[in-house]
Nanobody
Framework: QVQVVESGGDLVQAGGSLRLSCTAS????????MGWFRQAPGKEREWVSC????????YYGNSVKGRFTVSRDNAEKTVYLQMNSLKPDDTAMYYC????????????????RGQGTQVTVSS
């Protein structure tokens, strides 16, 4: 059974940093691209970032580019999202998802999805 589990969400002040983790089990981790999405109350789910299966390519949404960094540790079957210079607009539930081989901008194209971890940025 595949499980994707996010952790690391917290309440942080604007300008602060946070690192999210996502561990995937029950799948061949090295064969999967890993994506991050977020959804704020009353808003549509937004694609945040993705890292391909090898970790050699990373992609970011315009709203987080230059502030967030995605990385992965294939030995630990974990992907990370380092978030710096956080803003109140970054407040959302953050979701991790796995897709075979390639990144996608679409939530529905990911094969496995986590339940999310809450990030709240206070002003």
């Amino acid at each position: 059974q595949v499980q994707v589990v996010e952790s690391g969400g917290d309440l942080v002040q604007a300008g602060g940093s946070l690192r999210l983790s996502c561990t995937a089990s029950g799948l061949t981790f090295i064969d999967h691209a890993m994506g991050w999405f977020r959804q704020a109350p009353g808003k549509e789910r937004e694609w945040v970032s993705c890292i391909n299966s090898s970790g050699g390519s990373t992609y970011y949404g315009n709203s987080v580019k230059g502030r967030f960094t995605v990385s992965r540790d294939n030995a630990e079957k974990t992907v990370y999202l380092q978030m710096n210079s956080l803003k109140p607009d970054d407040t959302a539930m953050y979701y991790c998802a796995a897709r075979y081989l390639y990144c996608s901008l679409s939530w529905s194209q990911f094969d496995y999805r986590g339940q999310g971890t809450q990030v709240t940025v206070s002003s």
